[in-house]
């Protein structure tokens, strides 16, 4: 007798992600794709991406199954499916995915995927029938899916028709005109006791303090490396900078399309723009401590300190907090730079550095008492050590202004002053195992 041959499912499961591999949402079928295996599919995909290896298709290395995806502007539209699967079908399947997501948002982008979550699930239901294909055609599902999709409108500045800006008055006069613009960027750290790092952070804020008469429109423009690929929808297009959000002063078009930055300023100080890194920050400073007991009443600290900026940077002030047991008594402490305090307030001994180059290692070497019944082993529940640090002229993302200018119809000249500052944000250390 016969057997009749069941054509594989196109899809188990459908994923769309971020173009930096940030999932932002799933349908999973047929449920035959184990979170662990789609957590390694992905983190492989980001991995080519980072190294820019183009090919559309990831394939597991412990089972049979396989991550095809197309980009879409910010986007990653995935599938995964069995190696049995017909590959060209896939990726028929989701262009003309893409295509519904289009006929519907007009404009496709991680943004519409937010504001979207409940009709795009709805739309995959019916396109979808336990991994089968069903209907691809808009016109047809817009007779099924009834619900309004929010759409998105590029904001843009006012119209010049009105000559009204909510956000400056008319009138304003300086004798001199000036524009000061501060590249502030705040690092977090958290190094356990192994020396590994389990959290990183970089969050940045351009403060403007506009100091210009009548209605100056200002041009500021980024080096490449921080805004090359905040709109690419190549395959290695994941941006540098992420969680970009700007004061309505600037003119979001011209952004996307020239990744210029033209504003007409608020009189006075405000922030032009935040934004966090997609990848995490480099450490700029390494703290090495170690903890040890020579006898039931006296403990032994030593604390090494490196800093990993570049030499011509100088960090002008660097302060490290080194937690010790209560109620020490007698500290003998020896350092190669710097000061240091014992502050029984604290129960912490402060150790503080001033105009400390990059490249640059320096030792610290304690030994306290402590009554016998003081004396507390090593955990990774101890408090850490905390380092706080200011680098002025510097910026740890690598962004930097090419060049800012101030255009007015009166034609007046403008100075522009701008100033990087890197500061840490809770840069902590746990005592090395």
């Avoid at 769309?16 to 983190?43: A, F, M, T, Y």
């Avoid at 982008?109 to 294909?133: A, Q």
């Avoid at 969050?203 to 008469?213: A, E, I, N, P």
């Avoid at 900078?241 to 020239?258: I, Q, S």
Wanted: with cysteine; charged share 20%; aromatic share 8%.
């Amino acid at each position: 007798m016969g057997r009749t041959s069941v054509a594989s499912p196109i899809c188990s499961s459908i994923h769309i992600l971020s173009s930096n591999c940030q999932l932002l949402l799933s349908r999973d079928w047929r449920g035959e794709v184990p979170s662990e295996c789609l957590k390694r599919l992905i983190q492989d995909l980001a991995n080519n991406l980072e190294n820019s290896v183009s090919a559309p298709i990831v394939a597991d290395s412990q089972s049979d199954l396989r991550l095809m995806f197309v980009p879409h502007n910010d986007l990653i539209i995935a599938c995964v499916a069995a190696s049995s699967a017909d590959i060209g079908t896939v990726f028929t399947f989701l262009h003309r995915l893409v295509g519904i997501f289009c006929a519907y948002f007009e404009s496709f982008m991680e943004e519409s995927v937010r504001d979207n979550f409940v009709i795009i699930y709805e739309l995959l239901d019916e396109v979808v029938d336990n991994g089968y294909p069903q209907l691809t055609e808009p016109a047809v599902l817009g007779e099924f899916i009834k619900i309004r999709a929010h759409r998105l409108e590029a904001p843009s500045l006012p119209s010049a028709a009105t000559n009204t800006i909510s956000w400056r008055k008319n009138g304003i006069f300086y004798k001199k005109n000036e524009v000061f613009l501060d590249v502030i960027e705040r690092c977090s750290l958290l190094v356990d006791g192994n020396g590994k790092e389990t959290h990183s952070q970089l969050t940045g804020t351009l403060t403007v303090r506009s100091q210009l008469s009548g209605l100056p429109v200002c041009q500021l423009s980024l080096n490449e490396r921080a805004t090359r690929k905040a709109f690419d929808s190549s395959p290695s297009g994941h941006g540098f900078l992420e969680d970009m959000t700007f004061h309505p002063c600037v003119d979001l078009a011209t952004f996307r399309m020239k990744h210029l930055l033209c504003f007409t300023p608020p009189d006075g100080k405000f922030d032009l723009m935040t934004y966090r890194t997609l990848h995490p920050a480099k450490p700029l400073i390494n703290i090495n401590a170690t903890m040890s007991s020579t006898n039931s009443s006296r403990i032994e600290y030593a604390v090494s300190l490196s800093t990993l900026f570049k030499e011509q940077n100088i960090a002008s002030n660097i302060q490290v907090e080194i937690p010790v047991s209560p109620d020490t008594t007698s500290p003998e402490i020896q350092c190669s730079c710097g000061t240091v305090v014992y502050d029984p307030e604290k129960d912490a001994l402060l150790w503080t550095l001033r105009n400390i180059k990059g490249k640059r290692e320096f030792k610290l070497q304690a030994k306290l008492c402590v009554p016998s019944t003081g004396i507390v082993t090593q955990s990774p529940g101890m408090t850490p050590v905390r380092v706080t640090f200011e680098i002025p002229y510097n910026t740890a993302s690598g962004l930097q202004v090419k060049y800012l200018k101030v255009v007015e119809k009166d034609g007046y000249s403008a100075l522009p002053w701008v100033r990087y500052i890197t500061r840490s944000n809770g840069y902590e250390f746990r005592f090395r195992k």
